[in-house]
């Protein structure tokens, strides 16, 4: 039985314009997962990433705190990349032009992270129900069947007893969570925003058959006692 281990970035910076980019304690984050693997000796499979920074500098991370010296680069597959979240709260509320306007909006409510669930949430809402509609840069069912299918690729490419890693985001690993148990669409955000910077989802393959192993471990996050590792951005 082959194995894919989906692994969440480290916490993203919500400064600038761009949050393509790891603060220092998502750099910690992805560090400490690679010394957790180190330390019972897993973490030498196949490493896949998705095509943004973020996703890239997690797997550097995870690699330097695993000791791995020189490794064979990864492959790159742009189906495991996130959606585009700018666009579809651009979409829902015309008062987030870009990313900056965003945050500005969120962290200066009077209760930031249950604005930003409530927020995101229904704009989420709205993208998924809304099908093809709403002049979206990437609809719904266009980003589910882009990561579905990435998944497929990997899945099907295993050898058996095969490990594969693979560097992404929330939003992807929520959709390959509801594909795998058959969760409808309407509460894909919910597995979203469960997930924790560095979680582990593990996907069993059994030929043919893709089944739920496990869900957004953080052992490495646990052991050093800091609750403050635990980030879910």
Request: charged share 25%; glycine share 12%; net charge neutral.
């Amino acid at each position: 039985m082959g194995q894919i281990l989906l692994v969440r970035h480290g916490q993203a910076t919500t400064h600038g314009a761009d949050y393509d980019l790891l603060t220092p304690l998502g750099e910690r984050q992805s560090r400490l997962l690679g010394e957790w693997f180190a330390r019972v000796g897993r973490g030498r499979g196949r490493m896949v990433t998705g095509s943004l920074r973020r996703h890239r500098q997690t797997l550097d991370g995870f690699l330097l705190g695993l000791g791995k010296g020189e490794a064979p680069a990864p492959v790159v597959d742009a189906g495991f990349d996130e959606f585009d979240f700018v666009d579809v709260l651009r979409r829902f509320d015309p008062r987030f032009t870009d990313f900056a306007s965003i945050v500005r909006f969120i962290t200066t409510a009077a209760d930031p992270a249950w604005t930003f669930r409530e927020v995101f949430g229904a704009a989420v809402g709205a993208w998924v129900t809304g099908g093809e509609t709403g002049g979206y840069r990437e609809s719904w069912p266009a980003f589910r069947g882009r990561v579905t299918d990435a998944l497929t690729r990997l899945a099907a490419d295993l050898e058996r007893n095969e490990e594969a890693m693979v560097f992404t985001s929330g939003g992807a690993i929520a959709v390959v969570c509801a594909e795998v148990l058959g969760v409808e669409p309407a509460r894909v955000f919910d597995l979203n925003a469960a997930t924790i910077n560095t979680g582990v989802t593990r996907i069993a393959v059994d030929g043919g058959r893709l089944s739920l192993a496990g869900f957004n471990a953080a052992a490495h996050l646990e052991l050093p006692g800091e609750p403050g590792l635990i980030t879910r951005r």
